[in-house]
């Protein structure tokens, strides 16, 4: 699995914008250059954040961008996903058929339970973790990230009693 360049990119273009100063409006040509992309790029990235409301844009002479809301009510499970989408979606099982029409695994796959399993886990944590987090540094967020991911793993876990009921009403 991997997140696509969109993904990783419209992310740091988001950060860059959320370490500025307050009312200090970051412009395409700064973003591209602070971040190693071209201009173009930005200006795509950065449409596609001002219709996912995480950032506003001002014209003018002092224009450029600002976050459309505090950085601790923007989490990175909404950002990826409308730079792209989550790694398992819902039709993921109907872009992998093979030949077939539909998938020779669909009543009974273990692969799919494991994507689905993982996406859940990704989608808790980052649904957790917000801009805020990722402007602290680093030894900071890897400490809260392990913390998160512990609480997580602890509430998720289902017990062999759970398990085996689950598989006597399935």
């Known amino acids: 699995m991997k997140l696509s ?3 990783e990119y419209g992310l740091r273009c988001l950060l860059r914008v959320a370490k ?4 200090d409006c970051q412009t395409i040509p700064q973003i591209s250059a602070a971040e190693g992309l071209t201009t173009h790029h930005v200006a795509k990235l950065m449409r596609i954040l001002r219709r996912g409301d995480f950032v506003k844009s001002t ?3 002092a224009g450029g961008y ?3 809301r505090p950085a ?5 499970l909404q950002v990826l996903n409308a730079l792209g989408g989550p790694v398992f979606g819902t ?3 109907e872009r992998h058929t093979g030949t077939a029409a539909v998938c020779r695994n669909y009543k009974e796959c273990t692969i799919r ?5 993982i996406q859940n886990y990704l989608d808790d944590l980052l649904g957790q973790t917000t801009l805020r987090d990722l402007l602290e540094n680093e030894l900071q967020l890897l400490a809260k990230l392990d913390e998160r991911a512990m609480a997580i793993i602890q509430n998720k876990v289902p017990t062999l009693a759970e398990i085996e009921t689950k598989q006597l009403i399935a």
């Open 5 to 7: 360049a969109q993904e």
């Open 20 to 23: 500025a100063e307050k009312d």
């Open 59 to 61: 014209r003018g002479q």
């Open 66 to 68: 600002t976050l459309s």
């Open 72 to 76: 601790e009510e923007i989490t990175v």
């Open 91 to 93: 039709r993921f099982c």
């Open 113 to 117: 339970c494991l994507w689905k399993t």
